[in-house]
């Protein structure tokens, strides 16, 4: 697990975290959101004994990051959003180079699961130099992955791939995080709303929001929304569902179906309903809708904004 408290990092004048704290769990899938230069990749560098902070403490699988950073390292894969590789060396030899710098037996069995796993062991003897982008950073994946860590930290794990590897590393992550914690960026909100049992928004070095993508929503919204569609002409049908009690608003959506809104706790939907049927139209859809993860990110990150200004 990952467990932070008061993290701090200085450049000189300049501080990229500040007061970062948040905790991820054996089993959890982490998204770490944020605009660019809000701090995501410093505090992933911090978590992966890349550098120290410059205040606050950071535990990875139970060890301070500082104090015991090489028992970190042994517990940790960190795939960095540039990937780190030798060109003029085959997948297959940089990755036994890497099980052998980690002193791991079986090194070569390892290889070709890991391979496996990322589906390239039909490219372990082809030159990391004549890889594209995306066979990359698989192998940066798998170089991560190779040691079987408890803790998994990705920064921005899909970048460059094309659409079906990018279905199939989130299908992989999906697989480690049942096991495993897994950490990681991304700037593909969509991405993040799949993936994430938990979501940190980051804005200007502080965290501004931790919670479920549901969550989040229900907290920013307030208030349920739903959908509803009918066979026809639904604009007759606006001003008797708005008479509904209960129902706070409604508006024509540009695809011709309704959108209202109404209190939680007051579930008018069975009353939308049966006024619809009654009035002799056709129901072909009732269904809720909820904020994005984008609208979510938008919304939090504005509200800083416009709070540190009013300070």
Do not use: W
Not at 163 to 171: F, G, L
Not at 278 to 292: K, T
């Amino acid at each position: 697990m990952i467990r932070t408290t008061g993290l701090t990092k200085d450049y000189g004048p300049r501080r990229a975290i500040e007061n970062v704290a948040f905790e991820a769990n054996q089993g959890e899938v982490v998204g770490f959101l944020g605009p660019n230069g809000a701090g995501k990749t410093t505090t992933m560098r911090i978590l992966a004994g890349y550098m120290p902070p410059t205040y606050g403490t950071a535990q990875v699988a139970g060890f301070d990051v500082v104090e015991e950073s090489i028992e970190v390292r042994r517990r940790i894969g960190y795939l960095p959003e540039t990937v780190p590789l030798y060109p003029d060396m085959t997948v297959f030899d940089y990755l036994k180079f890497m099980a052998d710098l980690r002193h791991l037996p079986n090194g070569d069995e390892m290889v070709e699961n890991v391979l496996e796993l990322v589906q390239m062991d039909q490219r372990a003897d082809g030159y990391i130099a004549n890889l594209s982008k995306g066979m990359r950073q698989r192998v940066g994946l798998a170089q991560a992955l190779l040691h079987k860590p408890e803790v998994l930290i990705l920064d921005e794990p899909t970048i460059g791939l094309d659409p079906a590897q990018v279905v199939e590393v989130r299908n992989l992550i999906r697989e480690i995080g049942k096991e495993r914690t897994v950490l990681l960026s991304t700037h593909i909100l969509s991405e993040a709303q799949q993936l994430c049992d938990r979501v940190l928004i980051i804005n200007k070095g502080r965290i501004v929001a931790e919670d479920t993508p549901e969550n989040l929503q229900a907290r920013l919204v307030g208030a349920e929304r739903s959908i509803v569609r009918i066979k026809g002409d639904s604009e007759e049908l606006k001003s008797q569902i708005a008479d509904i009690k209960g129902v706070q608003d409604i508006k024509m959506r540009p695809d011709g179906s309704l959108e209202f809104q109404f209190a939680p706790g007051i579930d008018v939907r069975p009353e939308v309903a049966r006024t619809i049927i009654n009035s002799g139209h056709d129901l072909l859809e009732l269904s809720p809708v909820g904020l994005s993860l984008e609208e979510i990110f938008l919304e939090l990150t504005r509200d800083e904004k416009t709070t540190k200004k009013e300070r």
